[in-house]
Structures are given as structure tokens and as C-alpha cells.
């Protein structure tokens, strides 16, 4: 082991420490805070705006060096500058300060645009712009949760609106037309009726033919319905995904 | 104070007074005042008001009596219009002068016209210090256009003095050079109205052949001006010399009198001659011409300004006292002491000028003497008003026609139609109308008051002895009654119309017509509906009815109840905010044709979004922003698809005051302004020939497959450029989707014809044409499918027969981007189906609507961020179902084994498989081709004059905006540039323009049309040129990328951008040891 003095150190300050355990052992490599996603993400491709030095470290705070034994043992090569790429791609990293607050940032915006895409002012039948929806989601003190799916936090988020009446909000309406043969149409058309938030045609001649307006959260359940009730004779026809005013207005 | 008070009483003029005045219109004057921002309007505003005794000749010029909004006291510039009347009297008869001062600023020149509209005279102000302003140019172009005479004042004379320390020749000299300039302005009017005439009679000739013989030429025009005296001079009495802060003002007539007694010379000699090159021959006695010329003083020199300075030399730089009092002696002022004493100088000069030349008798006997009553209403104006500016007068309907002679006359009788413009609407709080102001309070009543406080003061006085704790309880239910007061009366916002009555008399009780701008008299319906109001109306329809029920009289800050109110005049009607939503005019006959709209200056250009701070307020902001489209002739609001409301205002100063408007007046809450969200569009182009810079890319396919293909290597669903193949999750179904470009034709074609699309959609909604269509439009959209056709036949022999393989268009099945069918054995009907009469035999596939609704959702947000695409055109060419017999019957099988219903619940039903398949398709084959980003453009027009051309470049090229063509206006020293701008750059254009321009060039945006970014977003450099050119980074800015990175930062999506630039720059957390 070499001997430890003052004058043959290079301190390394700023470090965000990749780990990587490997054939039972433990490297480590040394980069600058808030660069690795970057370079993950191959927005960064210089090296060494990365890595602090191209060294392979068993521990880097203490400054041991990694033994070219162990190296070649374990990654059959002992160029440090290659290894470190490998550690890099492949390692563990504690994600830092900034990187996790522009993925929270980015995520709370997703979220938020998720739901001004889904819903709807019922007053006028008009989304609300996404900055409206991040005021409100503050106001609703939401946090983002870093390891669920954006789509998912968005219903949730819409929930808790509806619960707190923070803003007049309602998911965006979804138009369907259902073609059901006359056997099964009288049965399913009470069944449709109950799950559809408004009914816009509804024809009994030879078959049943209705027109209507779901929540879109309820697509799966009515599709399931006509196609298995009917034993694959309904049809279902989506005339709109998204029913809300189109145009600008001028306010008068 | 009290004696303050009572004279302020017995001077103030009664609302009996002003009535009777009213009927005598060959004294009644309606004035207006316009001038630069600055130049000292509302000042002289003040200086009259103080002549009425409606303010202390001490406060003049310092109170600004006209501006009664708290930020125009603040700002110390005017924001509205604001009208007053006034009582002047002249060789014993009374004037009722109605005054109305306007804004100067350029945001608020929406105000000028509609002060403009209900006057026939006006004082335009001209600072002598900083001479002929843009907005004097816009100003006096406004009077002109409405045919008003205007007079003018040389305003802040003493400048000249005290500041700029000028000699009184040099004076003269420069008060020549304004007049000058001024008239040089006049003159620019003139000949540019004229040339147009000339222009437009040519036209009139050339288009009726029976050729009216007309002699319109030059000379006659010019004639007729001479008539007119038009241009400002002093000897004709036109022009006012003032300075409105120390309250004096003459004309030459003024000094004339003064020294036809004094030097022997007659009145009307002196009046032609003190203004001009002319000087006393002492010897001679006599007048001569050639001042300049011979070196002697001209005559306004030593008559006129000499006194004037020795007056502010005596006063005002030398404290001479007993030059002061020799003063006095001459001109025999009386001085109060206490001004005499005064220490500041500028109090005592006031005292003295204010006296020696009062300003409010200059400016309003020219007022009464030039400029015309309502009665000299003339033919021309009158007509202008009438009809529209491509109407004729002659084409007007009958009844119509004959309404002229009533505005000529404008008689007041009862007789005589009722004629009145409204030309704003104004918020007025209910606590100041009349009938809820408090009256002064008689003697018995203020015993009774007196008496009331004292014993509740001792209740309170024994109840502390009680108990102290109860202190804090009273106060605190004080605060609590008076904080509900005020709440009720928050509500209470009441519009009062701002009008000129034109003909006839208006009364309380009358029941008249309120016709809407787009009223036509010729088309108009005889049957309205009393119990209508604004909101009911159709679209076709203008006209409702109300009765009258409380009429106003301006008096500044104040209104007075009036019961009725004769032709001519300028009133406030109240009771019209369901009526009238910016103006309208108002009659008691649906002949009457609605007046022209206004000529406004400054159109609407700056555009932001408003949003509540609280989210919850939503409502209150959108019912506010009703009231201030309402109150405010100049702003726009709108609601955008996206849900914005979005203002546009005529400047950030006017935007400025429209926020604070909407905070404190109309919506009370609080509100965040910001940049308004642009649209974008995406779009495939084909592979670029040329490199960035421009060097021939040589092996055609190679460079930019590379580029683009490379991070799809490995992806065995593309099959080549444009091509994916995609199975559904459960590997039961293959789409293969190609993408390309559409031609630019047909694309365009689509979004100009959007409308049809809509309509056809709407059909082959209900399949059933007759219904929905009438038979014209069912011609339209066959004419728009040949149309298609034809344009797909010119282009490459690809897009062959197209036409009729039209699936769908998207997004939102009308847009600019379509699905092809060329699946060979799948024989589907196409969009025109339901325009064919004959019946089709094709049937629709199972899942068809599925594969429509994925290309919709791709269509509606493409993968670069999210935005629509426009010009795609997606070819479904396979479609096939692997482990199916048969084609389409796919739904059948889930009852037979029992082993796919479980497959079904891993993955969902088919049909939103298909969905998703195709949109991720659609997408996937996007991205493989070069991708650009299209932006919306404004079509940009600005006027600005010669010398400000290249500031104006340099603003326009820093926004990315491109110049179509730059022209000078005929007649005029005006440049006319016609430019685009891309929609994004356009926050903060306006201002932006102005500031680097000085306000020389006025920009004005329309959106035009949809423009390809030819700029890859993607791009880097690849060849050995480029790298030279550009670096390894690529380090120049990539506009496209920058708009593609900010829409992508606002939705939230991933950014490839470093988080931090460079590893080694950040702070040092941890010390070195």
C-alpha cells in the first residue's frame, strides 16, 4: 500500500461516486455532480466533462486505487479510461441535487399537461391551459412521485381535484357510437345508459343504434360490454376521443 | 377655507344654467383637445376649468382636474377621455363650451377617436420646446379624417425662456420654424386626401362606363382649400401663444387692440403685420416690410415677445422689485399680498400673467369666435359619417337620404328625429352618480347628527368605564360594518355611454332604437323586440330598443343629472350596458344608418394571457374580461383553443392599464400576465440536396439516411426510409405504414378549404347527405375533390389516383394531412362516398374506425414536441391479421378457445391495439425522414418615415422576420414595409419597434399563414465542411431547435439539454483540506 503523505495527494473535490459491484468486488469511479445523466442521456459526449480523472477506484473518498490484479480478473483489461466507461454506463449512482430537481420539474410539467390534455372546463367545454393546471396543483400542494408513471399520477391528480374543488374540472368527454343487434339491445341499452354521462341519439329500429358520451375511463367497460353481451354482434365505433369546443372565441 | 368653499358655490355653474344654454346652439361649442403626450393638454384643460371656478386659479396646472384615475396621477399622463362643460361669456352673450381633454399617448389613440367623433373643433397643442411630435402627426390626422376644424396653441413659451435662455428674436425665429413644420403636416394631409380622391374618382370613371363627366383635377382641389384655410397663421387669428403652466395665452388680435391705441395704427393694419417680416419705422411712423433684411426687430419681437420676457426677466431671474411694481403700475395688475410676498418666483409670475394675459380668455373666446357650432355641421362630414367608406351616399335607402337634412339642421324640436353616437362606453362607480350622491346635509339635519354623536360618545365614555375588554370589541365591529359597505358597493359598476346627439332632443322616459355598428338601414327588419337586450341577438340581427333613463352632463370628475337634452351637445346616457357593447348609434328611427366606425390609429398588436393567481377565480377573470372588452374600444379577448384568454391591447402602456383595470375594477383579483402559448406544426420535407453549406450533397441518400437512420438501426420495425412495419402486442395483426411528405398544393389546398372539410366530415358522420348539406355545398366539396384530383394528376406520377384512396384527413378528421388506403386487396370506400349518389357496394373492414383514430392521434401530436402535423400524408400499405383464415373476422375467435380471452386481458381488446399501433406507426415513420418544424407567420405592415428605415431593419431582422417589399406612400414621406414574422418573435414586437424607433414606425400584425422552418432541429454537422464552418459542437443557434426546446420545456417533455454546461464550473461544496 502506498504510503499516504500530503504531498502526493491530488485532492478531488465535487464528486458524484459511481459504484459498481462486479465479480465480488467493488469499483468505483470518480465523475462531476450532474453530469452523469447527461452523459447517460448522450447529451454530454465529452469524457471528460464526466469523469474527474480516468482512474478505477475500490473507494474513492479514501482514495485507494483499484489493483490491476482485480481488473484484469474481473474485466479482462486493465485500461482504466475503457473500465470507466463500463462503470459508467453500468454503475450506481446517488442522482444529484440538480438532476433530480430537473426530473421533478419536467415530471410536475408532464403531469400537468397530461391533465389539461384530458380535461375540461365545464363551464365552457375548454381545457385549461397547462399553467392554470400547475397553479392549481400547487394550490392542491401535489407532489410528484419520481418512480410512478406520469399517466397514472395525472387520474390521480384529477381525482384530488374533484375531491377538493380546487377547480371546476371534468374529464374530456369521449363520443361513441354503439351498434347492438335487437335481441340483446334492450337489456344492454338500460346497462349503456347507466355507465354513459349523457346520451345524444338512441334508435331502436332494426338494431339499436346509440350515440353517446363517456367518461373515457369507462371505454373498457362499455367496449366489454357490448362486444361479449352480444357475443361479438355490437359494434363500437369511437366518433370522437376528445369532445371540447374547437375554434377560438372572441369574449363579448 | 369655508370662504373657499363659497365661492366655489356661487361660481360653479348650475345644471339650470347649462340646460338653457343647451338650446341655443349657435353658442354651444364642442371642443376636444389633442397634442403629444406631454405637450401640456390637460394642463390647459385645467387653466379652463379654472375660468369656470370648478377648481382655485392657485391649483391650475397642478391638480390636473381631468385626470380622476388614480394611475394618471401617478403616471402623470392622461388615459382616457374625459369631457366637461364650461360657460364662457363673450360681448355679453354665454358660450356653453363642452370640452373634452384625450390622451397623447400613442396606446390610448383608440381615446382621440373617440374623442374626436363627437366634436367639431379642436385645440391641438404643440410643444415649442420639442416641437412636431409623431403624435401630433397622428392627432391632427385623426381631426382631419373627421373633418373637424382645428386651432392651434403654441404651448410652454417660457421654456424658451427659462430654459433654453433664448432671446426674444431667436424666439421668433423658432416659433416661425414650428408654425412651419405644423403646416407643412397640414399640408401633407391635404395632398395625400387629395391625390386619393383623384385616384378614386379615376377609378370610379374607368369602372362606369356611362362615365359621368367628371372634372376632378388639381386645380379645382386646390381651390377649394384656398376656401378652407387650412394652414395655421397667427394673422388669421388660428393660432394661440401660451403657456398653460403659468396660466397666460394671446393671439395677435389680443396685442393688436392693445397697440392701435397706442401707436395710432389701426387695428386690422397691426393684425396683419405684427405676425411676418415687418417693423416700425419710428421715424416715419409708419409699418415697413423686410425686418430681416434690414436688421431691424420685427414687430412681434419688440410689440409682443419683448414684454413678455422683460415680465419674466424682472419676476423670475432678476427679483427686481422695483421693476416688479413698475410693472404692476403699467399694466395696472392687482397683486393680492400674499402672492407678492411669496418666496417662490414662479407663484408670484403666475400672479402677474395669469392677470395680464389670462389664458382661459385667449384660448376659449378663439374657441367661440373660429371654431364651428354644431349648426355648421357641413354636407361633407355629414356624409362621412353616413355611409361606409366603399358605400355612396346616393345608394343609401330613401328614408335614409332624407335624414341628411335633419343632421344639417340639427333642430332640436320634437319633431325632429332623435340622432345620437355613442362612441364609448365607460365605468363609472355607482357611489358617483347623482342620484346616489350624498346631499349636502341642511342645518336641522347636522343638529341631529351632532346630537347622536355626542350620546353615543358617552355611551361608549361609560361602557370603558365598565368594562375595558369591550374596547376592543366595538372598534373591531366599526371595522366589520364599514368593510360590508364597501363590499356592496364593490359591485356596484355602472357604464354610462359617452354620446354626442346629433339631431332632435333626447328626453327621460323616450323609448329610442339602440342599432349596432353593423346595422344596415336598407336590410334592417321593422319588427323589434322590446324586451331584447344584446345578448339575445342573432347574428344578423342590430337592433334593440330601450327607453331612457338617466341622462348625464360631464362636469369633469362629476356627472349631473339632466331630464333632457337637445341637439348638438355631448351628454351621458345611462342604463346601456345590455345594450351597447363598444358603440353604437342611437335613434328613434331604424333609418338611421349606423355611423362609420371610427378611424383608430392604433390597432390592437400586443397579445398576452391572463390567468388568475388563484386558480379558483377563473370565473371572476372571465366575467371581468367581458367588462373590459366592453369599456375598452381598443382591446380584443379571446379564448384560444387551448383555453387561454388571451388580451391584445394597443401598447404595454395601455396593457398596462387594462391589467390594472381588471385587478382593481372589473374582476378583483388578482391576475398574471404572460407570454400567450404559439402553436406550432410538424412536418417531413424531403431529403435536403444541399448540406448546410451548401456544398451538393453528392451520394443523394447516403448522408441523411445515416443521420436519421442511425438511432433506428437496430429497430427491426423500420424497414427503410419512411417504412415501418409494426405488429399489434399480441402479434395477431401487421400494419405497414409509409410516410411522406404531401405536395405543398394539396396542402394548402386543405388548409384554405378546412371549412368544407368540416362540412364533409359532418356528413359522413350521419350518412346522409340531403339533411346536413344543402345542395351548394355538396357542389363545393365536389368541385374541392376535383380540385384535389387535379393537383395529385400534376405531381409526381406517385401520388397517381390518390385522390379517391383518401381514407381520412387529420387531425380532428379535418385537417391538413391524409391517410391513403393502397392496402391491395382491401377495396375501402373513400372520404367522398357519401357526395356519390350511387350506392357503393365496398364495405368497411372490422377495426376501420381504429386505424382512422391512430392516425388522428398521431396526427394531433407528432413526436418532435407534440404539436400537429401538417402536410403528412401516411400510406397504409399492408394489413394483414397472421393467425386469423379470415381477413377481418377477428373478434369471432375469443369465444372459441378460451386461451386468447386471456391473451385479450394481457393486452387489452384488439381494437385499441390497432389504435396504438398505428398512431406509434405513424409516428415511427415520421421520425425516420427529415423532420422540420412549421411556424405561424404574421403578415407585418408598418409606416414609418424615411430616417428611421434602418432602425426598423435591424429591429425586424433581429426577429427573425423577412422583408416582401418596402413602398412610399403617394403624397407622403412615408415608407410602407411589408414583412413576415414568425408568431413567436412577435412578444414585445410593438414595443420593441416603437422604442428603438421613437415611435416613427407603428407596426401592425395579422396572422398569415403557416411557414416551413427550414432549419433541421436535429441537425449536426457531418461533413468535412461543415465541421469547418460550424465547429464539433455545432455551437451556432439552431432556431428550430431553440422553438422545438421551449415548447418541449413547457409540456414537460425530456429536453436534451445539459443540466449543468460545464462539470468542472460548479460550486465547491467541500473545502479543500
Known sequence: MALKQPTGQKRLTNIAVIRLKKGGKRFEIACYPNKVTSWRNKVETDIDEVLQSHTVFTNVSKGEVAKTADLKKVFDTDNHSEICLKILAKGELQVSEKERQANAESMFRDIATVVSDKCVNPDTNRPYPVTMIEKAMKDLHFSVKPNKNTKQQALEVIKQFKENETIKIQRAQMRLRATIPAKEGKKLREKIKKIATQIEEDAFEEDLEMVVLIDPGVYREIDDLVKHDTKGKGKIEILNLKEIEEGDEKLE | MPLFFQCYNMKRNTPQQVSSLQHNLSNVRNICILAHVDHGKTTLADALVASNGIISQRMAGKMRYMDSREDEQIRGITMKSSAISLLYNKDDKDYLINLIDSPGHVDFSSEVSTAVRLCDGALLIVDVVEGVCPQTHAVLRQAWLENIKPVLVLNKIDRLITELKFSSTEAYVHLQQILVQVNLLTNELYTSEAMGKTSAVADECSESKSGEAQSYDWTTLEDEEEDKNIFFSPDRGNVIFASALDSWGFTISHFAEMYSKKLGFSKNVLTKTIWGDYYVNMKTKSIQKGAQFKGKKPLFVQLVLDNIWSVYDAIFIKRDKDMIEKIQKTLSLKIAPRDACHNDARVQLQAHTSQWLPISKAVLSIVCDILPSPLQINEERTEKLMCKQAQRFDSLPKETQALKSDFLACKSGDDSPVIVFVSKMFPVDKKILPQNRQRPLTKEELQARREKAVQRHAERMSKLKVDEESINGTPIQDVNDTGQEEEQNDDNQVFIAFARIFSGTIKRGQTLYVLGPKHNPATASHYIDPALCLKDLSSHQHITSFTVNNLYLFMGRELELMEEIPAGNILGIGGLEDHILKSATISSTIYCPAFTSMYFDALPIVRVAIEPKQASNMKAVTDGLKLLNQADPCVIVSVQETGEHVIITAGEVHLQRCI?????????????????????RETVTLPPK?????????????????????????????????????????????????????????????????????????????????????????????????????????????????????????PKKTGPNILLNRIPDYNRPSVWSCLDTATNSQTFRDLDSCIINGFQMATFAGPMCEEPMHGVCFIIEKWEYLNSTSNGQIDDKCESSSAIPRKRDVYGPLSGQVMSIVKDGCRKSFETQPQRLVAAMYKCEIQATADVLGKLYEVLGKRNGRVLSEEMKEGTQLFIVEATLPVVESFGFADIMRKRTSGLASPQLKFSHWEIIDVDPYWVPTTEEEYLHFGEKADSQNCALTYMNNVRKRKGLKVEEKIVEHGEKQRTLTRNK
Request: glycine fraction near 2%; proline fraction near 4%.
Open chain 2, 660 to 680: 390594472d383595470d381588471l385587478q382593481e375594477r372589473y374582476a378583483k383579483v388578482e391576475v398574471t400576465v404572460s407570454k400567450p402559448i404559439v402553436p406550432f
Open chain 2, 690 to 810: 444541399v448540406d448546410m453549406v451548401n456544398e451538393a450533397i453528392i451520394d443523394q441518400n447516403q448522408p441523411t439516411k445515416s443521420n436519421r437512420l442511425k438511432q433506428f438501426e437496430d429497430d427491426d420495425e423500420v424497414k427503410e426510409e419512411g417504412i415501418v412495419e409494426i405488429f399489434t402486442p399480441d402479434k395477431t395483426c401487421l400494419i405497414r405504414i409509409h410516410c411522406v411528405p404531401l405536395p405543398k398544393a394539396i396542402t394548402e389546398l386543405l388548409v384554405e378549404h378546412s371549412d368544407l372539410l368540416k362540412a364533409l366530415h359532418k356528413t359522413s358522420k350521419t350518412d346522409d347527405t340531403e339533411n346536413i348539406l344543402n345542395s351548394t355545398a355538396v357542389q363545393n366539396l365536389i368541385d374541392f375533390k376535383s380540385k384535389i384530383a387535379n393537383v395529385f394528376n400534376q405531381e409526381h406520377k406517385s401520388w397517381k389516383d390518390a385522390c379517391n384512396q383518401i381514407w381520412s384527413f387529420g
